[in-house]
């Protein structure tokens, strides 16, 4: 287990500003990586292949418009 709490996780955007994730967003994130995970596109062994950031930030997107994540 990685060892942090949902009240802990934080992220920052794209203009550095630090802000604490919401449940809806934590289920959102787990939700998408999972899907990254059984399409297969970016799958390689125990890990993901380059570049699967740039598509979680797009399926993040997709489903959180004005989050801002």
């Not at 604490?20 to 297969?40: F, Q, S, T």
């Amino acid at each position: 287990m990685l060892g942090f709490s949902q009240s802990s996780a934080s992220s920052q955007n794209s203009r550095g500003i630090k802000r604490k994730w919401i449940p809806k967003e934590d289920g959102v994130l787990v939700a998408c990586m999972v899907d990254l995970h059984n399409v297969g596109t970016f799958n390689v062994d125990t890990r993901f292949k380059d570049k699967y950031l740039n598509e979680l930030e797009r399926m993040l997107e997709k489903v959180l418009p004005h989050a801002m994540l």
